[in-house]
């Protein structure tokens, strides 16, 4: 359960767990500055501490039986900090006994220990950061990859925030005009017109529908993307499978149709977590291939993120992979497969090559070989490539917001929605007006100007002590 409480002065462990050369107490609350000056030393001592302006000392803590701690310090007097109460933040040492011992001088000097999330929370409360930015700072603690930092990054910068307030000032102007007519009824003054409101409703309603389909774009949550192993049976799906991540975990033979089901495994790349899936092959005669095995590989190629598509360089392209390849519509790197087994005279690898060309493709294309591994890095940097190529630039959200926000945002469209009818079919402004404070509230949630208990839970409940 999170504490609306404000009053009292919190400390934590700020630094993540486990050795690290400099560790991070954190503290924050009305009496900061009292505790900085009971129990720090600093070697500065005319100029601090400056109860003004934020500022940065090297000094000493004396924690326990004459032990003294060598710290720098980082104190914000004033409301101008994260959580817009007075702050301090000293780094030392990063080891944990260290660490503890200061955090518990503190709390035996009056701090209490802070709840998970609950520097965020202050920041929240004080009006610092909105909802949507709360679960930002947590995708940042969180981020596995490069890509989902970016994200996260520029969620906290603003995301989801900014066009939704734009959105709710709106309606809130349509509102106030509203409410002005309905209590003048009698008198019969119109502060907005019929098609003033008709138009106001239905930009609203465009704005909403558009962040919508922004957010379903990246309804995934935190899945990581999909990479799947595309092709002809036997043209070396499995093998490749295995090789990038280094297992013998998917099974591979002579014998066309040897993959029936499809595997996942976890591949990865540079900073990026990516899930890696080997399908059946392609085959639209059934004597190789089940019909359920082929149901796999098409749900799979639909959920792709990005294809590789393998074909077997040892042989000509059939048919069925001409026609693929002039229509693929996913991120698509080919893979030629089984180089190993052409001498270096060979030409053959670059008329593939052309061939494949010639077939309307010009993505990224790699020989490799599973067998002497060559080829193998490049394909790794091709499909990071493709990997986030495919993830676009709306998806500027995090998946938890998108989880959090996607009712209240359908709610909010809803409640536009039936405005807009309430208009055309005349059915009266108070109904109007109802379902205009129906679509602010739900949009309220979104960024939490209106919040309840289980929200904040469900924001602040998953994050750890010391943010
Ligand atoms: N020389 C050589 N042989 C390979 C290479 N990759 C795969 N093979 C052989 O090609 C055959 C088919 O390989 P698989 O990896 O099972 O092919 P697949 O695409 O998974 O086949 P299905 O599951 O039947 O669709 C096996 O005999 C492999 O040993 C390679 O890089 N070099
Ligand atoms: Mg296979």
Known sequence: MVSLDVDDTIAAIASAPGPGLRGIV????????????????????????????????????????????????????????????????????????????????????????????????????????????????????DSSGEQQLDTALRQMAGGLAGPLGAIRDDLMGTLAELEAGLDFVEEDIEFITRSQLLEQLERAGQKLEKIQQQISLRDRGAEAPRVVLWGEPNSGKSSLFNALLGTQESI????????????????????????????????ERSEYVSSQAQQHRVEQQEQADALLFCIDSQRQPTLWEKDQLSKLNNACVVVLTKTDLHDLESTRLAELSQQIRSFGFDGPMVSTSSHSRDGLDLLADEISLAVINSQSADQSIVGTTVLRASESLRDATAAVGHAKDAVILQLGDELVASELRRSLEALGQVVGTIYTDDILDLVFGRFCIGK
């Open 252 to 283: 591979v033979t002579e014998v066309a149709g040897t993959t029936t089901d499809f595997l996942v495994g976890e591949l990865v790349l540079k900073s990026m977590k990516l899930d890696l899936v080997d399908t059946a092959g392609a085959e």
């Open 26 to 141: 954190r503290v924050s609350g009305p009496q900061t500055v009292e505790l900085v000056e009971a129990l720090f030393e600093s070697y500065d001592s005319h100029s601090f501490p400056n109860r003004l302006r934020p500022t940065s000392t090297h000094g000493q803590l004396a924690v326990d039986k004459g032990l003294k701690v060598d710290i720098d310090l980082y104190l914000w007097p004033t409301q101008r900090s994260y959580t817009r109460q007075p702050t301090a933040e000293f780094h030392l040492v990063g080891s944990r006994p260290v660490l503890e011992m200061v955090l518990n001088r503190l709390c035996g000097c009056g701090a209490r220990l802070a709840r998970p999330g609950e520097f965020t929370l202050r920041a929240f409360l004080s009006g610092r950061i909105d909802l949507t930015q709360a679960e930002a700072v947590l995708a940042v603690i």
